[in-house]
């Protein structure tokens, strides 16, 4: 069934809860540092199937370059917190890092932090917000086990689900060995559904 989504920090599993190894078929579509560097996922390619190609290269490449920071701060062992970032049509951006609140008050002041900026922010260049995306470390449910995951939900005017309503997207990333740069491994991304936009 469809992976559910569970905000909560990564936490390493104990040896009663770690689950199965995954299938050779599965492991072939994850990444290590010592084979890859830190390949950055490719998000059009795999993550937007319900609005396939619509996904602008700028859009891509913001939600791209959140998810390789967040995989570095995790491989490193350190919480990246909730990140948001929003552009512009032009060239203004502003990025935000939510850290010393839990993780849910985080996530609602990421929302929060875009919904405020929406007609722009003149003090920091930006004009009405034309993308963003937002990205937390937490867990998705795969059929009988959690695994840690980067959740990522994002939006970018033009973005509409079937009935041609504004609509955001969401996806995941799994991850396993935070903490363990030798370790450590990484997915593909895997759409998650919809979302509100809030913008």
Do not use: K
């Not at 990444?31 to 390619?45: D, I, K, Q, S, W």
């Not at 609005?51 to 998810?67: H, T």
Request: proline share 10%; net charge negative.
């Amino acid at each position: 069934g469809p992976a559910t989504l569970a905000p909560r920090p990564p936490v390493p599993p104990t040896p009663n809860t770690r689950p199965p190894p995954p299938s050779p078929a599965t492991r072939a579509r994850w990444y290590t540092r010592c084979e890859h560097g830190l390949r950055r996922p490719t998000l059009a390619a795999h993550a937007n199937e319900v609005n396939a190609g619509a996904v602008s290269p700028e859009l891509d490449e913001m939600v791209c370059d959140l998810i390789g920071y967040m995989l570095d701060e995790l491989a490193e062992g350190r919480d990246p917190g909730v990140l948001a970032c929003a552009e512009d049509a032009g060239s203004g951006r502003i990025d935000a890092a939510f850290t010393e609140d839990g993780e849910e008050a985080c996530l609602e002041a990421a929302q929060a932090f875009i919904r405020d900026n929406a007609r722009g922010n003149r003090e920091e260049g930006l004009a009405a917000i034309e993308r963003y995306a937002i990205a937390y470390a937490g867990a998705v449910r795969l059929e009988s086990w959690y695994q840690d995951a980067v959740l990522v939900s994002f939006y970018e005017r033009g973005l509409h689900d079937e009935d041609g309503a504004p609509t955001g997207y969401s996806a995941y990333v799994l991850f396993e060995g935070a903490g363990d740069e030798e370790r450590f491994a990484w997915s593909d991304p895997e759409p998650a559904g919809e979302e509100p936009a809030l913008i």
